[in-house]
């Protein structure tokens, strides 16, 4: 059975930090990546990091503040977030998958969250 398992969210001020995590199980992955969904908006994508070579990609959104990694021998992928502005407030989703173009747009496989807020 696959899982992706998530934690390291939590409630921080503005201009801080917070490192979130995922453990996946079952499998691994070609990618892995970070979707986020705010009150009343759709999913959307954060970042990716293809499992072999470390590539990574961004939104333009948090390009320069957010830095995705991984863990290959915990299986666990990371996202260091830094300088947070309360537009950031969302639900953090890990996600898995076969190509950086199905990770970056329709994983197959998601976590179940972990929320992030951050006041102004």
């Known amino acids: 059975q696959v899982q992706l398992v998530e934690s390291g969210g939590g409630l921080v001020q503005a201009g801080g930090s917070l490192r979130l995590s995922c453990a996946a199980s079952g499998r691994t992955f070609y990618a892995m990546g970070w979707f986020r969904q705010a009150p009343g908006k759709g999913r959307e994508f954060v970042a990716a990091?293809?499992?072999?070579?470390?590539?990574?990609y961004y939104a333009n959104s948090v390009k320069g503040r957010f830095t995705i990694s991984r863990d290959n021998a915990k299986n666990t992928v990371y996202l260091q977030m830094n300088s947070l502005k309360p537009e950031d407030t969302a639900l953090y989703y890990c996600?898995?998958?076969?190509?950086?173009?199905?990770?970056?747009?329709?994983?197959?496989?998601w976590g179940q969250g972990t929320q992030v807020t951050v006041s102004s």
């Open positions: 990091i293809k499992w072999s070579n470390g590539d990574t």
């Open positions: 996600a898995g998958g076969n190509s950086m173009v199905e990770v970056t747009s329709s994983p197959r496989y």
